[in-house]
């Protein structure tokens, strides 16, 4: 039997439109908000903040790691360094992060912290998202290439999958 929503399901909560729904957010669909909000910086167009061009794959070449991270919660590089162009871009995007959570269901409080290193050590760019919620979940999932995608192995029977993410464990 299909789980049915509760008679209150016209009603929104916290989570936004869909408010049968739990007030706690997936980390799946955490994941899925921080994954397009740092493709955006990737493609160095910016959307999300309104055309900001950035290159932040190229930026990241010339640090002596060959990567920069960036915290989007508080809008600041925390490793590598950055033009002041890219500096202002993390910025903004801190500032336009709740907006965009609104937009897709979510609100920023469910982030317990969101960052991204862009690495250009490989053959093609890389991309590690680092998300946790306020649930204790934490993970790390790798992309690849632009538009940034998970990258695929080959599972025991053969196929194609995409990596799991890695999940974290933080020792209190």
């Known amino acids: 039997m299909l789980a049915q929503p509760p008679s209150n399901a016209h009603k929104t909560v916290e989570g936004g439109p869909k408010g049968w729904q739990s007030k706690r957010m997936k980390h799946d669909q955490l994941c899925a908000i921080a994954h397009n909000l740092a493709d955006s910086l990737a493609s160095g167009l910016c959307f999300i903040i ?12 010339l640090c002596k790691d060959g990567a920069i991270e960036i915290d989007f919660l508080n809008g600041q590089i925390v490793r590598g360094d950055a033009s002041d162009s890219l500096t202002s871009a993390a910025a903004r995007f801190a500032v336009a992060l709740p907006e965009f959570c609104r937009h897709n269901g979510s609100d920023i409080a469910h982030f317990g912290a969101l960052s991204a290193t862009f690495e ?10 680092s998300v946790a919620d306020r649930n204790g979940h ?4 790798e992309y690849a290439g632009l538009p940034m995608k998970r990258l695929r192995v080959l599972d025991h029977l053969g196929r194609i999958r995409r990596t799991p993410r890695q999940a974290v464990t933080i020792h209190r």
């Open 50 to 61: 309104g055309y900001h061009h950035a290159d932040v794959f190229g930026e990241a070449a």
């Open 120 to 129: 250009t050590l490989a053959r093609e760019p890389r991309m590690l998202l």
């Open 138 to 141: 934490h993970s790390i999932t």
